[in-house]
């Protein structure tokens, strides 16, 4: 059982904006803001898109962005395209020096 | 190339032992924490266990503490996972990955591990 929830999938059409959840306490999310977000293909390794709340890693489009508040936090994709289909996972550092996982999302792309 | 090849999967018996090797390549391995991050057949990602640069600090997740220890050799450019008391729930894909400040930026492609009688 993950300490972080996750919607179990959101969709949305091409050029549209989807936002993905990710929402803890404040032994986790809400108590640091070492927030992480990685996007994985069936078969892939995942691949980070967003860490530290809201830094993006080079190489990563701009639509992806990231924001938090109290102990959610956000994973925003605008400009939907079909190759942002994908599970998206968010992982939190936590208090016992270890991090968390939520459960994964599932991004559809009508 | 800069990257972390895991090896060392394969089939356990339950109650049976398992060491999992990820070799890096392609950059400073040493100045690097190390973690694993397994993942179950159709399943999410979980954290399993941490190693710091020096090795000199370890951490668990609670589902392996006791039954699991990491360690590594960084004039081999390798960490070990030594896994013990093994469950069928333990049966995943096993990532290595590197850590960069806060978050996870290299994955290794993972080592199977079956876990069957």
């Known amino acids: 059982q993950s300490a972080l929830t996750q919607p179990h999938s959101v969709s949305g059409s091409p050029g549209q904006s989807v936002t993905v959840s990710c929402t803890g306490s404040?032994?986790?999310?809400?108590?640091?803001?070492?927030v992480s977000w990685y996007q994985q293909h069936p078969g892939k390794a995942p691949k980070l898109v967003i860490y530290?709340?809201?830094r993006r890693p080079s190489g990563v489009p701009d639509r992806f962005s990231g924001s938090k508040s109290g102990n959610t936090a956000s994973l925003i994709i605008s400009g939907l395209q079909a190759e942002d289909e994908a599970d998206y996972y968010c992982c939190s550092y936590t208090a016992t020096y270890t991090l968390v996982f939520g459960p994964g999302t599932k991004v559809t792309v009508l | 190339e800069v990257q972390l090849v895991e090896s060392g999967g394969g089939l356990v018996q339950p109650g049976g032992s398992l060491r999992l090797s990820c070799e890096g390549s392609?950059?400073?391995?040493?100045?690097?924490?190390i973690h694993w991050v397994r993942q179950a057949p159709g399943k999410g990602l979980e954290y399993v266990s941490t190693?710091?640069?020096?090795?000199?600090?370890?951490n668990y997740a609670n589902s392996v503490k006791g039954r699991f220890s990491i360690s590594r050799d960084n004039s081999k450019n390798t960490v070990f996972l030594q896994m013990g008391s093994v469950r069928p729930e333990d049966g995943a894909l096993y990532y290595c990955?590197?850590?960069?400040?806060?978050?996870?930026?290299?994955w290794g492609q993972g080592t199977v591990v079956t876990v069957s009688s």
């Open positions: 404040s032994s986790d999310v809400g108590g640091y803001n070492w």
């Open positions: 530290d709340v809201n």
């Open positions: 190693i710091s640069s020096a090795g000199n600090f370890t």
């Open positions: 392609g950059f400073g391995f040493r100045h690097y924490a």
């Open positions: 990955v590197r850590m960069s400040g806060s978050h996870f930026d290299l």
